[in-house]
């Protein structure tokens, strides 16, 4: 079974004026769509099927070599901005809720030190990458990033929050401005999602 582009589940515009219709636009109808399309041909012809993309980055060691790259580069592209669409929401945002919240008062100290540690993951990964707020295999909340398209449900976390570093994200609203990108997109974080998420990395 073929993986498919997920609707956005809002319009393209509701997340002016922090990310602009065109940026959404780009980033999901054409950015997103080659993902899924590349990682539909490269699964193709490694002669696998998955309709699992966690499971599928949990397993890439189970790839033929030759499409292991492609695979978890567009299996990775795939996974993170279906977490990433859902991760935002239209309108000013007000803050974490629920035992999500606790923890972040716990981990951090509060949530301007966690946005603060976030932003910083996300200003340093040098050229293209992700900032992630997540829950490891072991159980600790914490703050990471990663290069291209990888992800820490390869290493067995479970992703609470992230946001994506690409140029292809911001650049036509922020130019070389990654800085003022990572910290309006705060405005946008569901809250609601991250906790829900949380639970389930909870229940792990
Ligand atoms: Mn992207």
Redesign the pocket.
Known sequence: MAFTLPELGYAHNALEPVISEQTMTF?HDK??QAYVNNLNKALEEAGVDYDDAEKLLQELDKIPEAKRAAVRNNGG?HH??SL?WETLKPGDQKAPVGDLAKAIEKNFGSVEKLQEEFNKAGAGRFGSGWAYLIVDKNGELKVTSTANQDSPVSEGATVILLN?V?E??YYLDYQNRRPDYLKEWWKLVNWEVAEARYQKALKK
């Open positions: 980033h950015h997103h592209g993170n901005h990433f994506d690409w292809h994200a």
